[in-house]
């Protein structure tokens, strides 16, 4: 079964510094979400991408996050500057063309600012 | 205001057992719910997927059912096991716009020998 494959599983990364976060979606998906999900709460809601660009944002997605598709196969979500509160599992999910697909996820990558 | 409210917050029962998870929401327009399974540490793996037209669906031990009247949802586990321990968590998807999936809380299951 295909599936969403995110790298690395677990980073570390001092406060401040830059992290990219990577995923690789199903193949033949058309839209690209990052969820966060801080230890213990819900998953929330940060991106999502479809045709090249950012479609929709939250609030927690200013203007230290980033995403990209620098190619036909990876999506990118881009720190600049990490901060303590950044510490949370990151999800990427891709679906394909309707909203009543699903929507698979990838197992995440553990982000842990020190 | 779109929110999505699962009880109870944890459940512990032993194996072999059922058990019910609730799920309420006010999500509107709706177009579908989802229950996901999400082991500690993973990412959420979807159960199943219900559109408005549907009032239950199965997935081998699990059951969801939905009331699109009453916007309530229940997830139903036959014969509980030890796998089952996890989060459930309940997701509703509106019909406008790409952020369209709702998050609820979630159940934390411990199923115990």
């Known amino acids: 079964e295909p599936e969403v494959t995110q790298t690395p599983s677990h980073q570390v990364t001092q406060m401040g510094q830059e992290v990219i976060l990577r995923c690789v979606p199903i193949?033949?998906?058309?839209?690209f979400y990052w969820y966060r999900q801080i230890l213990g709460q819900k998953v929330e809601f940060l991106v999502s991408?479809?045709?090249?660009?950012?479609?929709?944002k939250s609030e927690i997605f200013d203007d230290q996050f980033s995403v990209e598709r620098p190619d036909g196969s990876n999506f990118t979500l881009k720190i600049r500057s990490t901060k303590l509160e950044d510490s949370a599992m990151y999800f990427c999910a891709s679906r394909g063309d309707s909203i009543n697909y699903g929507y698979t996820f990838g197992s995440g990558t553990r982000l842990t600012v020190v | 205001k779109n929110q999505v409210e699962q009880s109870p917050q944890s459940l512990i029962i032993l194996e072999g057992k059922n058990c019910t998870l609730q799920?309420?929401?006010?999500?509107?327009?709706?177009?579908?719910l989802r229950w996901y399974k999400q082991d500690t540490g993973r990412g959420p793996v979807s159960l199943t997927i219900m559109t408005f037209s549907e009032n239950t669906k199965s997935n081998g031990r699990y059951t969801a059912t939905l009331d699109a009247d009453t916007k309530q949802s229940s997830l139903h586990i036959t014969a509980s096991q030890l796998s089952d321990s996890a989060s459930y968590i309940c997701v509703v998807s509106g019909r406008t716009g790409a952020n369209n999936l709702f998050f609820g809380t979630g159940t934390r299951l411990t199923v115990i020998p």
């Open positions: 193949s033949n998906h058309l839209y």
């Open positions: 799920c309420n929401y006010t999500v509107s327009p709706f177009s579908n």
């Open positions: 991408f479809y045709n090249n660009e950012i479609s929709e």
